[in-house]
T-cell receptor
Framework: DADVTQTPRNRITKTGKRIMLECSQT?????MYWYRQDPGLGLRLIYY???????NKGEISDGYSVSRQAQAKFSLSLESAIPNQTALYFC???????????????FGPGTRLTVL | AQSVTQLDSQVPVFEEAPVELRCNYS??????LFWYVQYPNQGLQLLLK??????LVKGINGFEAEFNKSQTSFHLRKPSVHISDTAEYFCAVGAGGTSYGKLTFGQGTILTVHP
């Protein structure tokens, strides 16, 4: 079984709809991240969480919200989806280390979201 | 803040030829550098990372990278590529200070290996 799972894997929705993307991990890691990937732009950080009570905005958080329901679960919501949120979304986890700058991040398989 | 630039968006190469994927970074603090690979329809997988010490880092699948502080580069190399190396490759930088615990990714380089 995969260590980091994302549901759904694919989703097509309409402008204005509320969408939730879910991420679960069995690695026992404290830290979880949400990224979006757009062609030619690489991955950009949306939100990150260092533990259940510590949630932080990334570089492109506008239009998104998150919920850390438990150490193993981190959900990303689009309250009112718009077409420019069409992208590939990745969840990642990493372990707490003395210097977290050196942490390896482990990625889920991604969710391809299309907003019409 | 730090940034990463991957100098080539696409690199076509023939099987068994050598390849170099170029990555430059900028940062005002000490950095840690990573290369990730993304195979079609999959998530990202760590290839290798530089934390400290030897500037030549060896990773999985025969890849290696060299950290060059004076040129602020971390280029990825493989002496002989296989068809199965076709994928997108991402360079990323982690740092301390206000960037603690976060990675900044480059734009990605699509490596296509032709028979």
């Amino acid at each position: 079984d995969a260590d980091v799972t994302q549901t759904p894997r694919n989703r097509i929705t309409k402008t204005g709809k509320r969408i939730m993307l879910e991420c679960s991990q069995t690695k026992g890691h404290d830290r979880m991240y949400w990224y979006r990937q757009d062609p030619g732009l690489g991955l950009r950080l949306i939100y990150y969480s260092f533990d259940v009570k510590d949630i932080n905005k990334g570089e492109i958080s506008d239009g998104y919200s998150v919920s850390r329901q438990a150490q193993a679960k981190f959900s990303l919501s689009l309250e009112s989806a718009i077409p420019n949120q069409t992208a590939l979304y990745f969840c990642a986890t990493s372990d707490t280390a003395r210097d977290s700058s050196t942490d390896t991040q482990y990625f889920g398989p991604g969710t391809r979201l299309t907003v019409l | 803040a730090q940034s990463v630039t991957q100098l080539d968006s696409q690199v076509p190469v023939f099987e068994e030829a050598p390849v170099e994927l170029r990555c430059n970074y900028s940062s005002s603090v000490s950095v840690y550098l990573f290369w990730y690979v993304q195979y079609p329809n999959q998530g990202l997988q760590l290839l290798l990372k530089y934390l400290s010490g030897s500037t030549l880092v060896k990773g999985i699948n025969g890849f290696e990278a060299e950290f060059n502080k004076s040129q602020t580069s971390f280029h990825l190399r493989k002496p002989s590529v296989h068809i199965s190396d076709t994928a997108e490759y991402f360079c990323a930088v982690g740092a301390g200070g206000t960037s603690y615990g976060k990675l900044t990714f480059g734009q990605g380089t699509i490596l296509t290996v032709h028979p």
